[in-house]
C-alpha cells in the first residue's frame, strides 16, 4: 500500500473524499493509488491505479450528494422506481434538479408532455414560440422558475409492442471531462 507516498505531495495533494477513496481501492483491489489531480491539473483523473500485473487504471471519485438536498432527492425518486407513467406517444426522460420542484414537476409532467406532442416539440421550452398571454403557467413554471427540465424522444414510441415505457426520472446530473489526452496512461 502506498498511502503515505501520495497522500500528501509537496506541490500538493488530492481531496479528501478522494484520498478516502484511493485508500478503499488500494485495500480492497491490492493496488497502489497515484495522485494525478495535482499541481494545478484540471479536468484530470483523480489518480491511476497501478495494480500488480502492470495494468493501470484510471480512477475518478464521483459524490452524488454535491447539495444538501441530493440524497433526499435521490430517495424520493427512488419511491418511484425513477419512471412516471407516460400519458403521450413518445418516451421523456425528465432530469429533477431539486427535491423542491417535485411537487408540481408530478403534478404537471402529464399535461406537458401532452402539450409539447400536439406541438411536435422535444422541449417544454419550445412552446415559447406562442404568444405570451397563451403559455400555460406550468411550462412557464418548469422553463422560467424550476431547476427541472424535460426531454421527448419522438422516434422511441411510449408503446412498443407488448412493452409500455415509462418515463426516465433521475436527478438533474452535472459532470467534467478528463484529460482528452489521457496523459499518464501507458500506451499497451
Known sequence: MCWTTWCVRPAGRIGHA?????????????????????????????????????RRAAFEVTRLATDPGA???????????????????????????????LPRLRESFPKIVVMCEQAGVTRPGQLFSQRDDQIDPDVRWLVEDSTSTMQGHPDVPSVDGQRVRRAMVTPDGGGGAVDEQLRGLRAR
Do not use: M
Not at 488500494?26 to 500488480?52: I, K, N
Not at 432527492?73 to 421523456?92: I, S, Y
Open 18 to 54: 478522494e484520498r478516502l477513496a484511493c485508500r478503499v481501492a488500494e485495500r480492497v483491489l491490492g493496488v497502489t493509488a497515484t495522485a494525478w489531480d495535482v499541481d494545478g491539473r484540471q479536468g484530470a483523473v483523480d489518480a491511476f491505479l497501478d495494480y500488480p500485473d502492470d
Open 71 to 101: 440524497l433526499q432527492l435521490d430517495q424520493l425518486l427512488g419511491r418511484d422506481g425513477f419512471e412516471w407513467p407516460l400519458p403521450g406517444r413518445w418516451w421523456w426522460n425528465v432530469f429533477v434538479g431539486s427535491s423542491r420542484d
